[in-house]
């Protein structure tokens, strides 16, 4: 049972663009959801993370948008470059665990200059 | 600062022939210690954590195990390797905190043939 849902599975976005990728889950308990980046052949890195007592988080040209109420986020990118062409993952923990951190299936992200 | 090192980073393997990865952390004391297994289109799978020496919670039944021999290093093995143990292994760690970051190594391709 995917505890996180993740969509699209791949996408395909203009130099310029903005890059839309959407997650969706049930558990209420959790408030802890982090964005990762990977890059080919390389581990993944936290990119962005929000909790769930404010909607949007910023950091640079990557907002994450939360809605509570749907039990949904989202990562945008604005202005897409193909240097961040990458795979995308969400997560979601409870209590801010590590442990118990879930991760959506991935988005493989192609900025095409 | 603390870095992670993962080695070998690509290994290929007969089918029933034993498998050793190794991870060690610096830089830090006491972490919690992760592998994950990445395949095409599921995303990232917990398979092991430690929270101290010797102590090991396994995720999921498999046929693989791990061992925390010091504080800082953690390892994968298996007696017998089969087809389906092919894949991206994932060595990660976050502060004993256990803040809900992770900091993931470069990764081990597994091949078994």
């Known amino acids: 049972q995917q505890q996180v849902k993740q969509s699209p599975q791949s996408l395909i976005v203009q130099k310029g663009g903005i890059s839309i990728i959407n997650c969706a889950y049930e558990?209420?308990?959790?408030?802890?959801f982090p964005w990762y980046q990977q890059f080919p052949g390389k581990g993944p890195a936290l990119l962005i993370a929000?909790?769930?007592?404010?909607s949007e988080k910023k950091e640079g040209r990557f907002t994450i948008s939360f809605n509570k109420s749907a039990k949904q986020f989202s990562l945008h990118i604005m202005d897409s470059q193909p240097g961040d062409s990458a795979t995308y993952f969400c997560a979601a923990s409870s209590r801010g665990g590590a442990n118990n951190l879930f991760f959506g299936t991935g988005t493989r992200l192609t900025v095409i200059p | 600062s603390q870095t992670i090192h993962q080695w070998p980073a690509t290994l290929v393997q007969p089918v029933g022939s034993p498998l050793s990865l190794e991870c060690t952390v610096e830089?830090?004391?006491?972490?919690?210690l992760y592998w994950y297994r990445q395949a095409a289109g599921r995303g990232l799978q917990l398979l092991f954590y430690?929270?101290?020496?010797?102590?090991i919670s396994s995720e999921v039944p498999q046929n693989l195990s791990a061992s925390r021999p010091q504080d800082r290093q953690f390892i994968l093995s298996s007696k017998k390797l089969l087809l389906s143990d092919s894949g991206f292994y994932l060595c990660?760690?976050?502060?004993?905190?256990?803040?809900?970051?992770?900091?993931f190594g470069e990764g081990s391709r597994l091949t078994v043939l």
């Open positions: 830089g830090t004391s006491n972490p919690n």
């Open positions: 929000i909790r769930p007592d404010v």
């Open positions: 558990n209420t308990a959790f408030d802890y």
């Open positions: 990660a760690w976050s502060f004993l905190s256990n803040t809900g970051e992770l900091f």
């Open positions: 430690s929270v101290g020496i010797g102590q």
